[in-house]
Structures are given as C-alpha cells and as structure tokens.
C-alpha cells in the first residue's frame, strides 16, 4: 500500500526556517520524481518545488527560489523541503506527491 507520510510543520516566526520531510513506502521511491505543494486556506494547490529522481533536476515555485530547497535520499525512501527566510505568505499545508499519491499534509505556521 503507497504512503507519504509529511512531518517537520509547525509554528515558526517570520524569518525563520523549518524542514519538512516526506517519508514514502508501497513503492518504488527511486523511480519517481517527487514534488512538493502547500494549499492556503482560501486558495489554490500551489506546486512548490520539484525533484528528478535522482536529485540532479529541481525546480521551485518563484514564490520560493533561493528560500526553499529540495532534497531527497532515496535509501531512506525520503524527500525534504528546507525552508529559509520562511514569511508569513508561506503559511499553508505543505504536502508532497508522487504523481499519483497524496500525503495527508503537515501546517506550517509563519507568524509572531
């Protein structure tokens, strides 16, 4: 059975940074490029960054180039989104996807 399974939210002050990690089993973790999206209350699913399946390619939202960055250890079947210079714009349930699968999401909460 395929899971994604995201931890690292939380509440953390504007300037602030945060890990989000999304833990995957039921499948082949290697063979599927990764992403991660956040939807604010009110707004779209918004795609955040994109990785390849071997980590070489990424890609980021502009909302978040050169704050947030994308990782993966596919021998721990893992993908991360470090999370820098955080804004209270940044606000959202931050989940991650592999193409055909949801995580059930983890908040993360910018404000002082």
């Known amino acids: 059975q395929v899971h994604l399974v995201e931890s690292g939210g939380g509440l953390v002050q504007p300037g602030g940074s945060l890990t989000l990690s999304c833990a995957a089993s039921?499948?082949?973790?290697?063979?599927?490029?990764m992403k991660w999206y956040r939807q604010a209350p009110g707004k779209e699913r918004e795609l955040v960054a994109y990785?390849?399946?071997?980590?070489?390619?990424?890609t980021y939202a502009d909302s978040v180039k050169g704050r947030f960055t994308i990782s993966r250890d596919n021998a721990k079947n893992t993908v991360y989104l470090q999370m820098n210079s955080l804004e209270p714009e940044d606000t959202a349930v931050y989940l991650c996807?592999?193409?055909?699968?949801w995580g059930q999401g983890t908040q993360v909460t910018v404000s002082s």
């Open positions: 996807n592999n193409g055909f699968r």
């Open positions: 990785i390849s399946t071997g980590g070489r390619r990424t």
């Open positions: 039921g499948f082949t973790f290697s063979n599927y490029d």
